[in-house]
């Protein structure tokens, strides 16, 4: 796929952008880069636009001011997706200690939170919500 925007000779990502349309075996639509129903981070998506305008063959300068980030920013998300494809855009763990909170307990209290009412309240204390469903209460204030 040539691009006439400028005569410029393309850069070896260009190729490696316009490559097949399809990650591992799933079909990815151009249209709507990387956006699933159900929705997406909007870092996610803003990584994908800034790729699919790197293989219009756009240049880093133009990208960052329409996108209203820095051109590291774009070489950035540029080389890790030439680099390792579509998991390249998503985010790499963060340093420190790992979590204490798993996904199930976060998932309980928020349902809890959302779904019903103390029998004496109006809404959840933190210390009759962390009785409710067996946490402490600086574990709900975190969460």
Same mark, same amino acid.
């Not at 996904?103 to 959302?114: G, N, S």
């Not at 933190?126 to 975190?142: D, E, H, M, N, P």
């Given at each position: +796929?040539?691009?006439?925007? $400028?005569?410029?000779?393309?850069?070896?990502?260009?190729?490696?952008?316009?490559?097949?349309?399809?990650?591992?075996?799933?079909?990815?639509?151009?249209?709507?880069?990387?956006?699933?129903? *159900?929705?997406?981070?909007?870092?996610?998506?803003?990584?994908?636009?800034?790729?699919?305008?790197?293989?219009?063959?756009?240049?880093?300068?133009?990208?960052?001011?329409?996108?209203?980030?820095?051109?590291?920013?774009?070489?950035?998300?540029?080389?890790?997706? +030439?680099a390792t494809r579509v998991p390249g855009? !998503?985010?790499?763990?963060?340093?420190?200690?790992?979590?204490?909170?798993?996904?199930?307990? *976060?998932?309980?209290?928020?349902?809890?939170?959302?779904? $019903?009412?103390?029998?004496?309240?109006?809404?959840?204390?933190?210390?009759? !919500?962390?009785?409710?469903?067996?946490?402490?209460?600086?574990?709900?204030?975190r969460i």
């Amino acid at each position: +796929m040539e691009f006439t925007r $400028s005569s410029r000779p393309r850069r070896a990502l260009d190729a490696a952008v316009t490559g097949p349309v399809s990650e591992n075996g799933r079909s990815v639509n151009v249209g709507r880069p990387l956006i699933s129903p *159900i929705g997406t981070a909007q870092a996610l998506a803003l990584r994908a636009r800034i790729v699919l305008r790197c293989a219009a063959g756009e240049t880093h300068t133009a990208i960052a001011a329409d996108l209203h980030v820095t051109k590291q920013t774009v070489g950035k998300w540029r080389h890790r997706f +030439m680099a390792t494809r579509v998991p390249g855009l !998503l985010d790499e763990p963060r340093p420190g200690a790992p979590r204490t909170i798993s996904d199930a307990a *976060i998932e309980r209290v928020l349902t809890t939170t959302l779904e $019903s009412t103390p029998r004496d309240a109006t809404h959840w204390s933190t210390r009759s !919500l962390a009785k409710q469903v067996g946490l402490t209460q600086t574990t709900i204030a975190r969460i």
